[in-house]
């Protein structure tokens, strides 16, 4: 009988298989984060939890159904449509594989409607388990590793968080990285990147969606998300309260594990996360 894979084999072949699955059906993914990125020379070597993949917005349908074809199944929350930019991924597990799956269909800070599409446009081959997978070029690399490390954090906090990114990272040309930024919409929101690396603050008119995401950034939890349902989407705030408060035993393990709570019950897991919300 084979041993089960540990995570440091899982995520390196699930993100080969994963990739190979999506082009099967047709859909153009990109790898971001772990792995690929310390090929690239973005990131420092460490081990990643989970496996990363970026869709366009428009395949998202079709590579939900493709992976559920697969025996992966959703166990993040379901929010309307209308906060795609604020829930920028879905979160999937297969119940025989020990890395779970962040779907991107967006990422924070990344304001251009069209982002993936330059991101694909510039995208390279790493080599991941042996075999080539698609990735995002170093300059929209580092804006992606930058962005992550500061997407949850308070203003203040963000400044060293990018000093780190840069201290991390490979050399690259600032110009390269300021282009890339331009296209993807996120001049201002990599600003600190482009000024850590030598180059030029933001300038001119902000991109609709900056002032939200500069107070805000990727926090995407208690009352601001309530408000969020309710201007947004206000007649799907009984499916997402009704479902926020049944939480599946896949659900509530999850949410338990990415939080550092020891896991006993849904129940258990409701009444923590109510208390933190009351809290805020």
Avoid: C
């Avoid at 699930?14 to 859909?27: D, E, K, N, P, Y």
């Avoid at 129940?267 to 996360?273: A, E």
Wanted: proline share 6%; glycine share 6%; no cysteine.
């Amino acid at each position: 009988m084979s041993e089960p894979l540990t995570l440091a084999e899982a995520v390196p072949l699930g993100t080969v298989h994963l990739q190979r699955l999506l082009s099967a059906a047709g859909i153009r993914s990109l790898v971001i984060k772990g792995p690929a990125f310390v090929e690239l020379g973005v990131r420092r070597p460490r081990q990643s939890n989970d496996i990363d993949l970026m869709v366009a917005a428009g395949d998202r349908a079709v590579a939900t159904e493709t992976l559920a074809s697969a025996g992966w199944s959703i166990i993040s929350h379901w929010f309307p449509p209308a906060l795609d930019d604020i829930i920028y991924s879905t979160t999937f597990r297969h119940e025989r594989f020990p890395a779970t799956l962040d779907l991107h269909h967006h990422f924070s800070g990344m304001l251009a409607d069209d982002a993936f599409e330059h991101l694909w446009s510039r995208r390279v081959e790493v080599v991941l388990a042996g075999q080539p997978v698609h990735t995002v070029g170093v300059p929209d690399a580092l804006i992606i590793e930058a962005l992550n490390a500061i997407k949850a954090l308070a203003r203040d906090r963000r400044k060293a968080a990018v000093s780190r990114v840069v201290e991390s990272a490979v050399p690259v040309d600032v110009s390269e990285v300021a282009r890339a930024s331009e296209t993807i919409g996120s001049r201002h929101t990599a600003t600190l990147l482009i000024e850590g690396l030598g180059g030029p603050s933001a300038t001119g008119p902000v991109p609709a969606g900056y002032r939200r995401w500069l107070r805000r950034g990727a926090r995407n939890g208690g009352l601001e998300l309530v408000l969020d349902i309710l201007l947004r989407a206000p007649h799907q705030a009984p499916r997402v309260i009704w479902q926020q408060l049944t939480l599946s035993p896949d659900i509530a393990r999850f949410w338990a594990d990415t939080h550092r709570v020891p896991y006993h019950s849904p129940r258990q897991v409701l009444w923590v996360r109510i208390r933190r919300a009351l809290r805020r």
